[in-house]
């Protein structure tokens, strides 16, 4: 439940350019559902806050993304694809420590 609460974040947060939305918008129902499944809340929602700032970061609308990309010169998309392969990584990394340590 907790990776699949992590991918719809995830996919909210690319979707809106922002990680903030996302996060609140399911937060709320995080307790309910950690109950019902036998996890601690916290435990489902480290990983989902960590998973929608590093999302942001794959957003091609998020203003810092447009803000470099306009810097720089280059389509914010084509930036997109350079830091998408790292924040993969990232949000793999940071679910599986969430996971180890809050279970």
Request: proline share 7%.
């Amino acid at each position: 439940m907790v990776i699949l609460m992590v991918i719809i974040i995830t996919l909210a947060a690319i979707l809106m350019g922002s990680g903030n939305a996302p996060f609140f918008s399911f937060a709320a129902m995080v307790p309910e559902i950690a109950a019902k499944v036998g996890v601690p809340a916290v435990a489902m929602l480290m990983p989902m806050q960590l998973a929608s700032g590093i999302a942001r970061s794959m957003s091609p609308i998020t203003g810092a993304i447009v803000a470099v990309a306009g810097v720089a010169g280059v389509s914010p998309f084509d930036l997109v694809k350079r830091t998408a392969i790292p924040m993969v990584g990232a949000l793999i990394v940071s679910t599986t420590v969430s996971l180890i340590v809050g279970l």
